[in-house]
């Protein structure tokens, strides 16, 4: 693993038939002032373990208790923008006919930034439906919601622990991590699996691994490059990088 390769050094490695895959986790919200996962939490909500609170039992015994978390949680995010690193993987999304956004996060702020080509592999805290019939609900006037078409209770479309992944959304990210060329793990701890196994997956697929961490990871040992910067520091930097490259 070579540490700290240059913006340039790492840019040298791409071409425009690039086939490119980025996962997203917490870490590259950090800089908009949200705080991942594995930050000591503070305030209000600090008693509570996350996944005390993100999983389905949970919610069916005090589902008052579950979304007012999530309520919290979304009114903080409300107040935040997406950051440089953000807009940077929308500028690379543009560089490359073949490129991947794959989160881990349920916060939309790749998707307030512009990315587009994303797969949200944990579900997205703006999106909620009915545990009964499955219906959507776009407006949310009461904690816990209920349907307004079969009266039942509502939940956030966030995968809770103990619960499976979007299988159309699992099985695009698989296969595209099998066939990239470059795979890059930005601002994950890489602990939670299933989403953990792709790098391994695509590494063993002969892609170039690329990490952007302050702090090492466990998927650091197979990859290529470990920038040990902030993401938004490091990617708009890597972009410029690239756009020199790329447009000559
Ligand atoms: N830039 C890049 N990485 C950063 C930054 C930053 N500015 N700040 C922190 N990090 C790194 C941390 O070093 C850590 O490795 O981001 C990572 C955040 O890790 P976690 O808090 O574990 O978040 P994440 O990897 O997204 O968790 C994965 O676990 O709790 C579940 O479902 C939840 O999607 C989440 C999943």
């Known amino acids: 693993m070579k540490i700290n390769p240059s913006p340039e050094e790492l840019a040298s490695l791409f071409s425009p038939n690039s086939k490119v895959v980025v ?3 917490a870490g590259v919200s950090a800089e908009s002032g949200v705080a991942t996962f594995r930050d000591k939490t503070t305030g209000l909500w600090s008693r509570f373990n996350p996944k005390e609170l993100a999983n389905f039992t949970s919610f069916l015994k005090d589902p008052k208790l579950v979304w007012d978390w999530y309520d919290f949680r979304k009114q903080a995010i409300h107040t935040v923008q997406p950051n440089p690193g953000h807009f940077a993987l929308v500028e690379m999304e543009n560089l490359f006919s073949d490129f991947t956004l794959v989160t881990q996060n349920i916060d939309n702020l790749h998707q307030r930034a512009g990315s587009a080509k994303i797969i ?4 997205n805290i ?3 439906y009915c545990i009964k019939c499955g219906r959507f609900k776009i407006e949310i006037e009461e904690l816990p919601p209920t349907c307004e078409s079969c009266g039942g209770l509502v939940r956030p479309d966030v995968v809770w622990f103990g619960e499976n992944l979007p299988e159309d959304a699992l099985r695009i990210a ?3 991590s099998e066939e990239c060329t470059i795979f890059m793990v930005v601002g994950t701890s890489a602990e939670v699996f299933p989403a953990a ?3 391994y997956e695509a590494s063993k697929n002969g892609a170039t691994l690329i990490v952007i961490n302050p702090d090492e990871t466990p998927v650091s040992v197979v990859s290529d490059f470990h920038v040990f910067e902030k993401s938004g520091i490091f990617l708009p930097q890597l972009v410029n990088a690239l756009k020199k ?3 000559g």
Do not use: M, S, V
């Not at 949200?120 to 579900?123: A, M, R």
């Open 197 to 199: 196994r792709l790098p």
């Open 245 to 247: 490259k790329l447009n």
């Open 23 to 25: 996962l997203t986790g």
């Open 126 to 128: 703006e999106r909620n």
């Open 120 to 123: 949200e592999l944990h579900g």
């Open 174 to 176: 698989w296969q595209k």
